[in-house]
């Protein structure tokens, strides 16, 4: 059974700052690795999807790598702003669905 | 516009009463998805469909019956509603099987008093 896990849990940087996610999974037999952004009442919104063959994916001051052999993704914001303040998930693709972390919940003061 | 759309955003019911949810995607997927959020924010699939037919069924109670009338649409009846269904049901699509990104709806909120 897969797990995913992300590191911290939760974070607050002050506006400018870099942003380091982690996220780990047990079962590196995945198709790929997607990064989601959540807003407090909204649904999920799509940042970054890395093929199990890719090693990472750009989207302008997003950054995410994948070690697909130790299990292993970190997704970087280049200077942060407010509105980058969100709960981040990161889920795996196995067999027809997502297996999802519990999610960083992001805070950017200004 | 919406890619993926759900109905209704919010439902509030009593205990007991049999409730749906629908789900409509004009992306021309072939694959639509349920997921659960739960008051911790935990997201785990529920159903996989492919083509109309049950791909997945992640040990969810038969109190819960997805229909797909076709490609486009996955509708979530349940029935009996209990006090622990309370949580925020998401729908997904994607084009083809697990190397495709999915795409969410904004989710329904559900509690039941």
């Known amino acids: 059974k897969q797990e995913v896990t992300q590191i911290p849990a939760a974070l607050s940087v002050p506006e400018g700052e870099n942003l380091v996610l982690n996220c780990s999974f047990t079962?590196?037999?995945?198709?790929?690795l997607q990064w989601f952004r959540q807003d407090p009442g909204k649904g999920l919104t799509s940042l970054l999807l890395i093929q199990s063959s890719q090693r990472e994916q750009t989207s302008g001051r997003l950054n995410a790598s994948l070690d697909k052999s130790s299990g292993r993704s970190t997704l970087y914001i280049a200077a942060s702003q407010p509105g980058d303040s969100a709960t981040y998930l990161c889920a795996v693709s196995n067999d027809y669905k997502l297996s999802f972390g519990a999610g960083t919940t992001v805070t950017v003061r200004a | 516009d919406t890619a993926v759309s759900q109905t209704p955003k919010y439902l509030v019911t009593q205990m007991g009463n049999d409730k749906s949810i629908k789900c409509e995607q004009n992306?021309?997927?072939?694959?639509m998805y349920w997921y659960k959020q739960d008051s911790k924010k935990f997201l785990k699939i529920m159903f996989s469909?492919?083509?109309?037919?049950?791909?997945i069924n992640e040990t969810v109670p038969n109190r819960f019956s997805p229909k797909s009338p076709d490609k486009a649409h996955l509708n979530l009846h349940i029935n009996s509603l209990e006090l622990g269904d309370s949580a925020v049901y998401f729908c997904?699509?994607?084009?083809?099987?697990?190397?495709?990104?999915?795409?969410f709806g904004d989710g329904t909120r559900l509690s039941i008093l």
């Open positions: 997904a699509s994607s084009l083809g099987g697990s190397n495709q990104p999915q795409h």
């Open positions: 079962d590196s037999a995945i198709y790929n």
């Open positions: 992306l021309g997927h072939d694959t």
């Open positions: 469909y492919n083509n109309k037919e049950l791909i």
